[in-house]
Structures are given as structure tokens and as C-alpha cells.
């Protein structure tokens, strides 16, 4: 009889000389032994190599496919990760389960959702369709006769971050959405609406796939039992963005075997107004005992002096891993401090420094320039515009072009022109219960009028008007009788702060999320139309600069290089030779909403260390001297407690010259 001897852990020999391809501290954490394990990875460390690996170790170790699991925050992630690990062991891994929460909470609800009264033919809902379900909720609950009520993807807000963070809908409007409180009880039957329908009609929406999960595996011990015992190993990627109900999905899935490994970051936690639980990575070792914890912080982006100032800065935080970055021996210039008299010469300065880097031969997709908040782009974006600088926004729609700027500015248009029919229809269009057949009979009959802005804000209207319609009219009416006066003509700001107040501060409330946000864009942009004479002036160089900013918008097609500019938690694992950061005034960065805790502090240092370690090779941290803000006037700013309690050794102080300002 011929015998045939199987390989063993003992007798383990990989194909990989992982010892050669990984430094110390990643080849400690890819052949780690059982049990839980923390990788706390430090920015720019290698995160996914050790992941790849790590499967690909535990792959060659005998552990079969099918009793992995990968846990990623994109299927696009968790696809490329198993490539490259075939690639590694020239061998199959497709049979490992990989992908998002949701991905994986799908295939298990198809299989298991019985256990919790879930038929398994159920249907996900998509956004578009979620979106069409609470409306017809919030309509059968005769909720929208209330014109302030909100939107229903800002209900639908609401409730997922109550799903994700378990937590009930008061406590989430309370404390997430306060601007919403008065409204409270009525999301609350909103909601139990939702669920009764989807549960009726047998849907899902991409909560209820971690809701389900989760139930089932704390209600029903046999599958839990079951799931856990099928899964070897977990490895769980980008750990610090979890919510609370996916971390909980972890620790029962591990239950079992407790090789569970999470990987991530909590430097570079800074995803909580999502929803993400910082105490997840950071009481991670409470939650296992015998965690391993390795620390990943071998930096291949940075230089040394980059990383001195990013290290010096996140030290200041209490709640952390405390972790030093290192360069891999590689030295550059230090970073630049850049303090300017304002708003506009930190735009003059940051487009001909961008000129001056063309010049030097860096290409422009290595430039990017961050900020905390999107508006803080504005006075950038206009100046890059008049440079014919090329530049890609990647925290949203470019200023001018975001709907809520084209109100306003059409609100101006129609006041200063009475026979602006686009802008007349749009802000008609602004009125609940007006569409557009409405919108064009009252524009005809504004039109025909003698004196088109006093029929506007008359009550000669209601006449052609829906019920509906006719009880929004007497708001807007407001903002109308505040376009009559002469500080449209002479005061644009004045008028934006007129229209903000009197109306649209309300409908932003009922119609966006991210209100506040929108509300800053406006704020800014009265701000910058202080540096106009008149109404006419400031929409005259709007027109000229948008029009060029569409001569420069590059078709999909072509792939002409572009500056980059974003908001910080966009820019979350991309890098750039060379990075602005701007804004860095208290009360911007951090934001003031964000201060008064120390929770708030520390994820805003977070932002701030996420900022500083995009750059690879040269880094520019601007801040303005004096700030004009619409509700403290001409203000004279202090720097960012970031850069203040910076040593300087760690930056190079610049002083700006010439320009006029």
C-alpha cells in the first residue's frame, strides 16, 4: 500500500519568500498565529500588502478558500485583493468570500433569512428606490402640509444613521440633526411606516442587509453557530471607518474561532458624521484580551520632514496608538507655513505658487490643494479661473455649478433683469407646489406687468396658484419684497443675506442633507461679493468667469492633466507630490462645531494628520490673517490650533510680498 503524507502546519513550507517581500513589521503581521489581532497601519505603510498577504499566507498554510472571509469597503477592493493574492500563489481564491459588509450580509440573508421572517426571493432596494418608498409614506401620513417638513432623502438620512449606529430616531435628530428636532415625532411614524411597507412587500434596503445579519445571529444561536464555525479567519479592512452594528457583525462572526484581523488606522479615523465608531478600533484590545497589536510605520510616501510635522501634530492627541512614522531615508525640504492678509491673497498666492511648480516641470494631476470645508474653494476656484489654471474638483460639482448658488444667483438675475425668464422660472420653481406649468403662467403674468418685481410680491398671483402653492406663497412673497430695495442694486452681500434669511434658509432645511454645508457655500458667497461695487458688477464677472470655467471643462474622453482640489475626507488614501492645505484659521480648521469636546478635537487633528500625510514631497500649510464673515464682519483670524501648537523646526515660516491688497 502506497502512502501519501499531507502537508501539516508543522510541515508548512510557502512558495513565498515573504521575508524578502515585506519589511519587519509587515512579515510580523502577515505570519502572526491565531487568535484576534490588531493592525494599526500607519499612513502610507503598505495596509493592503499586508492584507494581500496575509490571505495569501494563510492560503498556503492549508486554510481552504471558502473558509475566509475579507470584509472591505468596496467589492472593487476585495476583487483586486483576491487578484493579486492568485497572483501570489499562482492559485485559486476566487472561493474566499470577499467584498462589503452589504455584499456578504446578501449572500447570508438569501441563505438564512428565514430564521427572521425574511422570504429569501426579497428584493434590495436601490437609492432611487428607497427614495420613492418614504415619499409615499411621508404622502400617506399627510406630512407634507407642513411646507417645512423635510425631503425624504433627509428622513431616509436620518434613519440609516439611527440603523448604523443603533440608536433611536429622537436621540439622531437630537443630536445629528437638531435643526430637525420639531420635526422628530413625525420621522419617527415616518419611519415605522417604512418598515411595516417594506416588510409587507417583502424589500430590503442596504441597512436592512446589516439589520437582518445581525439579528440573525443574535437571535438564532443554531445558524450562529453555524456561520461562525464555517469561517477560519476574518480579516476585516479600513476597521476605523466601521459603524457599531458592523463591528458587532465581526465579533459574533469570529465568535467561534477568534481569528479575527482587523486592519486600519485610528490616526486617520475621521469618518463620524457617517456614522463610523471611533471606539471600535480604538477599544479594540479591551474587547479581546489576547489581542496582538502591530504597528505599521514604515512610510514609503513621505518625506522625513513631512512626516516630523505629521508626527509632532497627532502626538497632541490623548485617544491613539501612539506610533512614530518613518521615512524610508528620504529627505526633502521643510514644510512651508504661509501666513496672507486674506482670502484673496491666499488664492493669489496658492494659483502663482501652482504656476511656479508648472514652471519647475511638476506635472499638474501631483498638485492638489485641501480644505476642510467645500466652500473654502471659492475665492481658489475663481482665481485658478482667471490663470486658465486647469483644475478638477473632487469634493463636489464646481462652485457656480451647484444648485443652490444657481438660486441664489438667479434670485439676483430676476431682480435686476425683470425679464430674465430662466431665472424667473427657477425661482418660482423654488415655491412648493409649483412645476412647471405653473411657473410659465405666472411668469407670463409677471411679464406683462408694468412693474414686474411689485406683481411678484403681490397677492395678485394666488389666483393662478394650486392650494398647495397658495399657502407657500406668503414666504416668498418675503424674500421678494427684500429684492425690491436699493441694496440689490448697490449691495449684492446684503441681498444674499436678505434672500438666505427671509426664505431659502428654511427650503435648504426641507430639501438637503448636508444643509449646513450648503448654507456655508451661500455664506461664502456673499462674503466674496463684498468686493464689488454693485449687483451688476458682481454677476458681470460671474458670467465672464463661468463662461471660461466652461471653455475649460475637459470632455470625458480627453485626458488633459488638471490640479486637484478636494476636501480632506475625500482625499483619504490618494497622494500627491505636492499639497496646499488652506483655510487653516480657528473656527474653519478645526470647525467650530467640532470644538467644545474632546472627541470633536481629536477627530479634527485627525482630519488635519490625514491632510498633512497626502504630500510627498513638498507641503504648504495657508492660513489668512483676516476673514470676512458675514455675521462678525472684517475679523482678524487666529491661526489653526493645529499649526500653533506645531514646533517650529517642524516648518519653514514664508512671508508674502507684493499684490494689493
Known sequence: MKKYQLATTDTFRPSIDYSSQLNPEQLSAVTSGDGPSLVIAGAGSGKTRVVTYRVAYLLEKGIHPSRIMLLTFTNRAAREMLHRVELLIKGEARRAWGGTFHHIGNIILRQYGKAVNLNANFTILDSEDTKDLIDSCIAELNLRTDKMFPKGKIVLEVISRSTGSERTIADVVENDFSYLLVFAEEIEKANQLYMKKKMTMNLVDFDDLLYYWKKIMVEIPAVREKLSGRFLHILVDEYQDTNKIQAEIVDLMASAHRNLMVVGDDAQSIYSFRGACFDNIINFPERYLDTKVFKLTTNYRSTEEILSLAN???????RQFPKILNSIQR?????????????????????QRILDLIDEGVPLNEIAVLYRSHYQSMELQMELTRKRIPYEVRSGLRFFEQAHIKDIISYLRAALNPM???????????????????????????????????????????????????????????????????????NPSEAIREILESSYDAYLQSNYENYEDRREDIEQLSNY????????????????????????????????????????????????????????????????????????????????????????????????????RWHDGSILKRPSPFIQELPEKTYEHWEIEGGDY
Open 529 to 628: 461679493s463684498e468686493h464689488f461695487n454693485s449687483t451688476r458688477e458682481f454677476l458681470s464677472d460671474l458670467a465672464l468667469l463661468t463662461s471660461v470655467q466652461a471653455e475649460d471643462v475637459v470632455e470625458p474622453e480627453e485626458e488633459a492633466e488638471a490640479i486637484v482640489l478636494s476636501t480632506i475626507h475625500r482625499a483619504k488614501g490618494l497622494e500627491w507630490s505636492r499639497v496646499f492645505i488652506i483655510g487653516l484659521t480657528d473656527g474653519s480648521f478645526p470647525s467650530a462645531k467640532s470644538m467644545g469636546s474632546l472627541e470633536g478635537e481629536e477627530e479634527e487633528r485627525r482630519v488635519f494628520y490625514v491632510a498633512v500625510t497626502r504630500a510627498k514631497d513638498e507641503l504648504y500649510l495657508c492660513y489668512p490673517v483676516m476673514d470676512n
Open 312 to 318: 509632532e501634530s497627532i502626538a497632541f492627541n490623548k
Open 420 to 490: 430674465d425668464e430662466i431665472s424667473w422660472i427657477r425661482v418660482l420653481k423654488l415655491i412648493p407646489g409649483i412645476g412647471n406649468i405653473t411657473a410659465k403662467k405666472v411668469w407670463e403674468f409677471i411679464k406683462a406687468s408694468e412693474n414686474p418685481l411689485e406683481t411678484a410680491a403681490s397677492d395678485n398671483i394666488t389666483k393662478l396658484l394650486s392650494r398647495r402653492a397658495r399657502d407657500n406663497w406668503k414666504t416668498y412673497k418675503i424674500s421678494m419684497e427684500a429684492l425690491k430695495g436699493d441694496n440689490v442694486l448697490n
Open 331 to 351: 529627505k526633502g525640504v521643510l514644510p512651508a507655513m504661509v501666513p496672507l492678509q486674506n482670502l484673496s491673497q491666499e488664492a493669489e498666492f496658492v494659483s
